[in-house]
């Protein structure tokens, strides 16, 4: 089945525990791609990458890391959360050209304490 | 830079009742559309795109969605609400020719009233 999992799903952490969410995809898309949702402000992108080893910063980039070494994973890494990192986390694919649709994740909420 | 404007929060509509949910954009060039659903404690779903081509676009779900260039909006409409249609529905842009980047509107509650 083609799929974006992510794990975890939930998250309750402290703030400046470093943490890793992961993010697979197993449909040979090129575009990978993180978003947070928050209450009244939609989807704000994070970080997006075109391909391995090609990432770039999205509208929201800070306190927030990503790698692509492989085509299927594009990682989230917070160094040190923060409270304002409290939120729902997707991340996405899709083919690279710009009229193809992505496929999104489950989520995972992330709550930092 | 790409954006999208949902101007209305929610949107109650009468089983049966035409759905319509509203999105303008704002883009440099010719535009790709798209609109995605979120039911609750999901993921989002791909529901339609314009790109190119008629104006009008069919999607899943029995929905569909109307290209207006010179009003730079891109409505989206279902002739006949189901209760099963209550969810987030959002709205995208991208700029075809600008950095691959999909800018989401904030996104329309939609409550379908039995």
């Known amino acids: 089945e083609a799929q974006v999992t992510q794990n975890p799903r939930y998250l309750i952490t402290v703030t400046g525990k470093k943490l890793t969410v992961t993010c697979s995809q197993n449909?040979?898309?090129?575009?990978m791609s993180w978003y947070r949702q928050d209450p009244g402000l939609g989807l704000r992108q994070i970080y997006y990458?075109?391909?391995?080893?090609?990432?770039d910063k999205g509208d929201v980039p800070e306190g927030y890391k990503v790698s692509r070494k492989e085509k299927r994973n594009f990682p989230l890494i917070l160094e040190s959360p923060s409270p304002n990192q409290t939120s729902l986390y997707f991340c996405?694919?899709?083919?690279?050209?710009?009229?193809?649709?992505?496929?999104f994740g489950p989520g995972t909420r992330l709550t930092v304490l | 830079a790409q954006s999208v404007a949902q101007p209305e929060d929610q949107v109650n509509v009468a089983e049966g009742n035409p759905l319509t949910v509203k999105c303008t954009y704002s883009?440099?060039?010719?535009?790709?559309l798209f609109w995605y659903v979120q039911y609750p404690n999901r993921g989002l779903q791909f529901l339609l795109k314009?790109?190119?081509?008629?104006?009008l676009v069919k999607g899943s779900y029995g929905f569909e969605a109307e290209f207006n260039k010179s009003q730079t909006s891109f409505h989206l409409k279902k002739p006949s609400a189901l209760v099963s249609d209550s969810a987030l529905y959002f709205c995208?842009?991208?700029?075809?020719?600008?950095?691959?980047?999909?800018?989401f509107g904030k996104g329309n509650q939609v409550v379908v009233i039995p």
């Open positions: 449909m040979n898309h090129e575009y």
């Open positions: 883009v440099s060039g010719n535009p790709y």
């Open positions: 995208a842009v991208r700029d075809p020719y600008g950095n691959n980047r999909l800018a």
């Open positions: 996405a694919s899709s083919f690279a050209t710009g009229n193809n649709e992505q496929f």
């Open positions: 314009y790109i190119t081509g008629d104006n």
């Open positions: 990458s075109m391909n391995v080893e090609v990432t």
